[in-house]
């Protein structure tokens, strides 16, 4: 059963891609797909680049065309959620998009066609990559010891988030409508829809880049190139080795 990790960029992916067993490197709607095998599975790795509509159409080529079975996403976020700080870890339970309104037609942030918010992540694959993120937290030292794994609600969206009146805007409509957001990003619920098209298990895992704030464009590029890629080694590889059975 051929598992799919996608990455938006680069320092996201890591390792992953030198990591792999027999790999093999295959160029599909303007991606770059790495076929081999990681932890004794069989696995594809790909850049989806940034954005919904990027990350719909590379879940999509996965399911389609690689035959993907189960699909996993590692990155970086920026932290909304009281506690939820520069270097923890949230694992996604539920997404919605924070940028979807066809209002008056539909509720606000509900997705046409499919009667819901929120949209569901895989349980079983959500609680073996906690697990990985608890082990990868449990090893910081230094300023990473205080490192926390928080799981729940991600809100995708369009849009970078970076000023800390947006972050705040965002978080308070959010939870007076009883959404309690962790984290944003931009690919996330894309690749949930997706995977509830196509029937298939979805789980993701996010490294908490910035606050989404006024900081955030200083924040995202050390992090993303000094931080970002040895936590999706460390959570995919500890994952991988957890996912025996499923």
């Not at 960029?9 to 991606?31: D, K, M, Y």
């Not at 594809?44 to 690689?66: D, M, Q, Y």
């Not at 705040?168 to 962790?182: M, N, S, W």
Request: hydrophobic fraction near 45%; charge should be negative; include cysteine.
């Amino acid at each position: 059963m051929t598992t799919a990790i996608l990455s938006a960029l680069p320092e996201e992916q890591g390792s992953l891609v030198s990591a792999l067993e027999a790999p093999e490197r295959i160029e599909h709607a303007s991606r770059v797909f790495w076929r081999g095998r990681l932890e004794g599975h069989d696995v594809v790795l790909v850049l989806s680049g940034i954005g919904k509509v990027a990350a719909a159409t590379t879940a999509n080529a996965l399911a389609e065309r690689f035959g993907a079975r189960r699909m996993v996403f590692t990155g970086v976020a920026g932290g909304v959620g009281e506690g939820v700080q520069v270097g923890d870890v949230v694992v996604a339970t539920e997404y919605l998009q924070h940028d979807m309104d066809a209002s008056p037609i539909f509720p606000r942030w509900e997705v046409p066609g499919y009667g819901a918010v929120r949209m569901g992540c895989d349980p079983a694959l959500a609680a073996l990559l906690a697990e990985a993120a608890a082990e990868f937290a449990g090893r910081g030292q230094g300023a990473a010891a205080a490192r926390r794994v928080h799981r729940g609600l991600v809100a995708s969206g369009d849009r970078f988030v970076s000023t800390a009146a947006e972050s705040q805007r965002l978080r308070r409509e959010l939870l007076a409508a009883g959404h309690e957001v962790l984290a944003v990003e931009m690919e996330g619920a894309a690749v949930t829809q997706v995977c509830r098209d196509h029937g298939l298990p979805f789980a993701a895992v996010r490294t908490i880049s910035d606050r989404a704030d006024d900081s955030a464009h200083v924040d995202f590029p050390a992090f993303v190139r000094d931080v970002a890629g040895p936590c999706a080694d460390a959570i995919v590889h500890g994952f991988l080795r957890r996912l025996q059975g499923l």
